[in-house]
């Protein structure tokens, strides 16, 4: 390059040039010279502009180190390409291990895109279950699939967030089809949502199976259909000749050849497309074939004769979708065990078609068929008024449990109140005790240095020694049971719950059939259900062992169950010495049986001679491993805290 700097520069070779500037061709560097000059440059022409003003010349004087160049630039070529096929032949002794690896990435990848998706959709793992077996003593065919679908939602509309019309957001449906029961047959008016039904339960089951959350709540559960046939939509052509109803039953005879046992078959509009007599003999005929074969099946129609069809006949099960006749909108619920009603007369008449066409019209049905429709209409109204009942029942239930909580609080802060001030009554009387008690002593001194009797001095010693046995007596909690223990209900692992036992207060740790385990301070303790009463100071809360055991490390009253186990304190106040001892003894041997880690022994503070006792008698004791005196908050001096050896 500074070569060709250089003859860029010279006085020879720059008037030549049309422009003084170094360039590349096929790797190789060339100057620009004027065409009319060529002949003035020796040197190899590699190229020219599209003018033909410009060729593009490598001057004679460069070209050995331009060939160097080119040879240096094929020797990297060549040294990529050895590295490269050492590299590929180090990877290839390992193809086993990175195959493996590869998929196992995927694995991953495809986990978290799942979880990913259930986020989205909000979702939850459904319960998948066989098909299997009912008791053949009740089912000609013994295999059944389960489908048990609550609060279930369309994926697609829900990942959209596409609402219907007239609904401010997606409704959540339940569709149920167990036990016994092979068949749905959906019936209800246009637009009312029965093809959305269809596609949520086709998809539904199709996403569990490949390993993914469902869109419903947790409890739903699908079992696991080896094939999945659908008829959903028109299948009319024109180049095959196909009219909607051809098109419906190529496909249902396609299905029909592939499904069995194992499989779930979705058809819609069975029997649509022609006469409509003939269509409903057809969709029966068919619906029968289905059962025989013991297919899991799902149908929506609008001909009235499969209702009474599914309501006779054994394994199907009416369903319906609501349609609203005072706004002239669906509602999109589905309701099971309830065929859909006629409601085209009411709708032609809400919209104002003239009334003696709409008289006339009534006159051409069936009495029969319009009783049914009344009947319908009138279980529909009822089945409304009791949801609306059951509505304002929970909303009052609910109004009631806040009332009690508040009530539940408010009494708590006045009891932590009445104890603050009764604590602070105590302190000082125990102040004004312990004033007296000095004054006496200071009596006595003065008294025997005196040489005078001390029997009134004794008698009122023993006075104030039972005035401070009153006095030093822990402030009790007064709440009503039925303030702290107001809610029945389901109990579930964390929930806090009143032990009526025990009278304390825990959190469930397992459950069982008819007994549970209970963190009540530092003991797990087990109880029958009927014992247990939820705790009004809230809903579940987190078992936490450890938290359990700090909010309960100063019990204020014996613990006793009614086997023989100990609580975790002994009250020894009021007793002689012997007594105190034999009391302490029992109390011991039940404690280290029991395999409490720590007991708690009461002896008020008085003339400090019961303290003796005890220390004295927990320093030879060869249970105990250490002892000290209990914190401001458990009596001070007047207790002491004992650890009992493992």
Do not use: C
């Not at 390992?94 to 493996?100: G, I, Q, T």
Request: glycine share 6%.
């Amino acid at each position: 390059l500074s070569q060709l700097e250089g003859m860029l520069h010279s006085k020879e070779l720059s008037r030549y040039l049309q422009e003084p500037i170094i360039t590349q061709r096929d790797g190789r560097y060339v100057i620009p010279v004027r065409a009319d000059s060529k002949n003035q440059v020796d040197g190899i022409v590699h190229d020219q502009s599209a003018s033909g003003a410009t060729l593009y010349i490598e001057p004679l004087k460069i070209v050995p180190k331009n060939n160097k160049y080119r040879q240096l630039q094929l020797s990297e070529r060549d040294e990529e390409r050895r590295v490269l096929l050492e590299l590929t032949a180090q990877v290839g002794e390992h193809e086993l291990a990175l195959r493996e690896m590869l998929e196992a990435l995927a694995n991953i990848d495809l986990a978290f895109a799942r979880a990913r998706y259930a986020e989205i959709l909000d979702a939850s793992e459904p319960k998948l279950n066989p098909i299997r077996a009912l008791d053949k003593d009740e089912s000609k065919h013994p295999l059944q699939g389960r489908i048990r679908l609550f609060d279930a939602r369309h994926p697609l509309l829900d990942a959209a967030k596409i609402t219907l019309p007239g609904v401010d957001e997606v409704v959540p449906i339940d569709v149920e089809l167990f036990p016994k029961n092979r068949a749905l047959v959906i019936t209800g008016p246009n637009t009312g949502g029965k093809t959305v039904i269809l596609k949520t339960v086709g998809l539904l089951a199709l996403m569990a199976q490949s390993g993914l959350h469902i869109p419903a709540h947790p409890k739903s559960e699908i079992s696991l259909f080896k094939k999945i046939f659908a008829d959903i939509g028109d299948e009319q052509s024109i180049e095959q000749s196909l009219s909607t109803f051809s098109g419906h039953i190529t496909n249902i005879i396609s299905i029909l050849e592939q499904a069995d046992e194992f499989s779930l078959v979705i058809l819609d509009e069975l029997g649509a497309g022609t006469d409509p007599q003939e269509g409903a003999a057809l969709a029966r005929s068919l619906l029968v074939h289905l059962m025989e074969r013991g297919i899991t099946t799902l149908v929506t129609t609008h001909h009235p004769e499969l209702k009474a069809f599914a309501h006779s006949m054994e394994g199907v099960v009416n369903a319906s979708v609501e349609f609203d006749l005072e706004t002239l909108r669906p509602t999109y619920h589905l309701t099971i065990g309830l065929p859909g009603r006629s409601n085209a007369l009411a709708i032609a008449e809400r919209l104002g078609l003239p009334d003696e066409i709409i008289a006339t019209a009534r006159q051409e049905i069936d009495p029969t068929d319009l009783k049914a429709d009344d009947l319908l209409d009138e279980i529909y109204r009822q089945r409304d008024r009791a949801r609306k009942a059951r509505q304002r029942a929970d909303e009052t239930k609910q109004d009631a449990t806040q009332i009690r909580l508040e009530l539940a609080e408010r009494l708590d802060h006045i009891e932590d109140e009445r104890r603050s001030v009764l604590e602070e009554a105590r302190l000082e009387a125990e102040a004004d005790v312990a004033a007296v008690r000095d004054q006496i002593q200071e009596l006595q001194k003065n008294l025997r240095q005196a040489r005078q009797p001390l029997d009134i001095i004794q008698q009122a010693e023993e006075k104030v020694e039972e005035l401070a046995v009153e006095v030093e007596a822990p402030v009790e909690r007064h709440i009503p049971e039925s303030i702290i223990t107001p809610l029945q209900g389901p109990i579930q692992l964390g929930s806090k719950v009143h032990v009526r036992s025990l009278g304390q207060a825990g959190v469930v740790l397992t459950l069982g059939e008819d007994e549970a385990e209970v963190q009540v301070g530092i003991l797990r303790v087990r109880a029958r259900l009927s014992e247990l009463v939820l705790s009004g100071r809230g809903e579940e809360a987190p078992v936490d062992n450890e938290q359990a055991a700090t909010d309960v490390k100063s019990p204020r009253s014996l613990v006793e169950a009614k086997h023989p186990s100990p609580g975790v304190e002994l009250d020894l106040r009021g007793q002689r010495s012997d007594e105190a001892l034999s009391s302490l003894e029992h109390y011991l041997d039940k404690a280290y049986l029991a395999r409490l880690p720590w007991v708690r022994i009461i002896h008020g503070k008085g003339t400090g001679k019961l303290r003796r006792v005890v220390r004295e008698a927990f320093n030879e004791h060869p249970q105990i491993k250490s002892f000290q005196a209990g914190k401001r908050a458990e009596g001070g001096d007047g207790v002491t805290v004992a650890e009992l050896r493992d």
